[in-house]
C-alpha cells in the first residue's frame, strides 16, 4: 500500500460507480411480460486524476454516463432454468 487513505468522495482517481436497479425488482413492473427483463444503469467514472498532499495537481477525466441492459439471471430463470 502506498500509505494513501481510500477517501472515496475526495480521491476520485481510478473511481468508478454504478446504480444499476432492476424492473424485476419493482412491484409494478415484476409481472410485466417485457420490462422485468431490463435494467437501467447510472454511473460515474474518473480517469488520470492526480494530487499531492490533498490537493488537486493534474485533472483527468470525470464521465456521467447511462445505459439500459438485459437482466440476463431474470430472463435465463423465466425460460432455460425454469422449474
Known amino acids: ?3 494513501r487513505r481510500f477517501e472515496p468522495f475526495g480521491d476520485y ?3 468508478t460507480y454504478l446504480l444499476v ?3 424485476s425488482g ?3 413492473l415484476r409481472h410485466h411480460p417485457v420490462l422485468r427483463y431490463i435494467k437501467v444503469a447510472v454511473g460515474y467514472r474518473a480517469r488520470g486524476c ?3 498532499c490533498g490537493r ?3 485533472f483527468g477525466r470525470r464521465s456521467l454516463y447511462a ?3 438485459l437482466n440476463l439471471s431474470e430472463l435465463l430463470g423465466q425460460t432455460v432454468f425454469r422449474q
Open 50 to 52: 492526480s494530487d499531492v
Open 67 to 69: 445505459g439500459v441492459s
Open 13 to 15: 482517481s481510478s473511481q
Open 56 to 58: 488537486l495537481v493534474e
Open 21 to 23: 436497479p432492476k424492473a
Open 26 to 28: 419493482v412491484d409494478a
Open 1 to 3: 500500500m502506498s500509505g
